[in-house]
């Protein structure tokens, strides 16, 4: 593969509820405020993502209700919040 064909993306996995698989979403960079979102849930990692376009306070506001809810996620507030506003 080369470096041309490698997507700019960031991979969180957010754990499932408790004896439920973890789901894995794909966040592109935030275009105009939408960030384009491939999830896996359920453990349906050989299924086609459910693709999405949340905007950037729609998946912050996902990610911190599920810390809320005692469940891990596999990237911190900070790193997610930077990559939403396009900082490395």
Known sequence: MTASE???????????????????VELERPRGGRVRAREWRDGE?????????????????RFDRARKEGRQVSEDSLRIRAWLEGRP
């Open 6 to 24: 490698w997507r700019d993306t960031l991979v969180v996995q957010i754990a499932g509820p408790e004896g439920k698989p973890p789901s894995i």
């Open 45 to 61: 990692w050989t299924l086609p993502a459910r693709e999405s376009e949340p905007s950037c306070e729609e998946l912050l506001e």
